[in-house]
């Protein structure tokens, strides 16, 4: 696959675990917020979204939180499987643009 | 089957020779962006296209162009590569508006600049 984290920040967790990945974003004008998935060798995938006026929202298996008061993003993985490996990106819509972060690592391990 | 499609997927060519990565969707969104991923910092934004003959520039857009004279293509252009644009790129669209945030990703060209 497509090396494209080599210098990421590594969350490592245990198969059946929940998992806590987090992001800090920089635009309080910013609309929506969004977790995108990427495995490898392939483009990212979108996850779920959360708009600005919420603090959470749940999905199947996964969760994101938003506190705008610190600018503060997470995505939290219920029941962590291998499949869920992968780098995980935050974006921000901002004037319809969509802004990425730099990404974080997940490795599941048995 | 939706999709972003781009080609090539792998590419090595020289310094100075221009070349062109293409990037079709099958959806009708009107948004298109160009990315490039670099280790350790993230996507970063070329270039994104709002609707036809609609371009504006991202975080990144020097040694670019990019056109859209058609809704379904959106064309990266290097006119004269330099071995610092040696990175992953990726297409993307969405369609545009309100709560409209699912962007699709094509499978991501390799380009190498020597």
């Known amino acids: 696959g497509e090396s494209v984290g080599l210098h990421l920040p590594t969350l490592s967790v245990q198969e059946g675990d929940n998992s806590i990945i987090n992001c800090a974003y920089s635009n309080s004008a910013s609309d929506y917020f969004i977790w995108y998935k990427q495995e490898s060798g392939k483009g990212p995938q979108f996850i779920i979204d959360i708009r600005s006026n919420m603090d959470k929202r749940q999905g199947q298996r996964v969760t994101v939180l938003l506190n705008k008061t610190v600018k503060h993003l997470s995505l939290q993985i219920a029941a962590t499987q291998p499949g869920d490996s992968a780098v995980y990106f935050c974006?921000?819509?901002?004037?319809?643009?969509?802004?990425f972060g730099t990404g974080t690592r997940l490795q599941v391990f048995p | 089957e939706a999709q972003v499609t781009q080609n090539p997927r792998y590419l090595i060519t020289v310094t100075g020779k221009k070349l062109t990565v293409t990037c079709s969707q099958n959806?009708?969104?009107?948004?298109m962006s160009w990315y490039r991923q670099d280790p350790g910092l993230g996507l970063r934004q070329i270039y994104y296209s709002m609707n036809v003959e609609v371009t504006d520039k991202g975080d990144v857009p020097e040694g670019y162009k990019v056109s859209r004279k058609e809704k379904r293509n959106f064309p990266l252009i290097l006119e004269s590569p330099s071995p610092n644009q040696t990175s992953l790129y990726f297409c993307?669209?969405?369609?545009?508006?309100?709560?409209?945030?699912?962007?699709?990703f094509g499978q991501g060209t390799r380009l190498t600049v020597v």
């Open positions: 993307a669209s969405k369609a545009a508006g309100e709560g409209n945030t699912e962007a699709f």
């Open positions: 959806m009708n969104h009107e948004y």
């Open positions: 974006a921000e819509r901002f004037t319809d643009k969509l802004i």
